[in-house]
T-cell receptor
Framework: KAGVTQTPRYLIKTRGQQVTLSCSPI?????VSWYQQTPGQGLQFLFE???????NKGNFPGRFSGRQFSNSRSEMNVSTLELGDSALYLC???????????FGPGTRLTVL | GESVGLHLPTLSVQEGDNSIINCAYS??????FIWYKQESGKGPQFIID?????DKRQGQRVTVLLNKTVKHLSLQIAATQPGDSAVYFC??????????????FGEGTQLTVNP
């Protein structure tokens, strides 16, 4: 069974731009969560989706948004990029919100 | 084997030794705990989990211990191998009923296994 896939793997943007990251969960998994990983803040929860509904949101500004499609694929969007948004963005999928989460390889975003 | 205090960012062990990585969690309502291993350039990899109604769970070469009284979690790796070198994170997942759940991660411990 294929694992969680994330595209693109690497991305370079400039301040003020916006970016969309994509996540395809493991087949059959209906829950998708997003995390931001930085050296200073570690792994921080962004949001969680289940059955196309955002069930939980972390403490990030409104510039960070996401959605989930009927096939459970998810996208997250960051608008008006700031230098501090440079990070590894990780997606994790699980059968339901209460099962173990399996992570993808991440998208490395660099904001210049 | 070598034991880490309540949390140390790095742990260095000799190949074949047992490793113990400790973690303190913050939320007494957390009902599910997970250990992840993250190698350079990769996403976190699930190792083992434990629910709050248990105090010990064993996997292949790994054991997780949960002490709810002091909100402490530990990961024991038996016969540590060079391939075990990675950053290890504990995470707590607070079930929130219909509002979903979220993982809160610890700071991570870099395990280095010396041949």
């Amino acid at each position: 069974k294929a694992g969680v896939t994330q595209t693109p793997r690497y991305l370079i943007k400039t301040r003020g731009q916006q970016v969309t990251l994509s996540c395809s969960p493991i087949s059959g998994h209906r829950s998708v969560s997003w995390y931001q990983q930085t050296p200073g803040q570690g792994l921080q929860f962004l949001f969680e989706y289940f059955s196309e509904t955002q069930r939980n949101k972390g403490n990030f500004p409104g510039r960070f948004s996401g959605r989930q499609f009927s096939n459970s694929r998810s996208e997250m969007n960051v608008s008006t990029l700031e230098l501090g948004d440079s990070a590894l963005y990780l997606c994790a999928s699980s059968l339901t919100p209460y099962n173990e989460q399996f992570f993808g390889p991440g998208t490395r975003l660099t904001v210049l | 084997g070598e034991s880490v205090g309540l949390h140390l960012p790095t742990l260095s062990v000799q190949e074949g030794d047992n490793s113990i990585i400790n973690c303190a969690y913050s939320n007494s309502a957390s009902d599910y705990f997970i250990w992840y291993k993250q190698e350079s350039g990769k996403g976190p990899q699930f190792i083992i989990d434990i629910r709050s109604n248990m105090d010990k769970r064993q996997g292949q070469r790994v054991t997780v211990l949960l002490n709810k009284t002091v909100k402490h979690l530990s990961l024991q790796i038996a016969a540590t191998q060079p391939g075990d070198s990675a950053v290890y994170f504990c995470a707590e997942n607070t079930s929130r009923g219909t509002s979903g759940s979220r993982l809160t991660f610890g700071e991570g411990t870099q395990l280095t296994v010396n041949p």
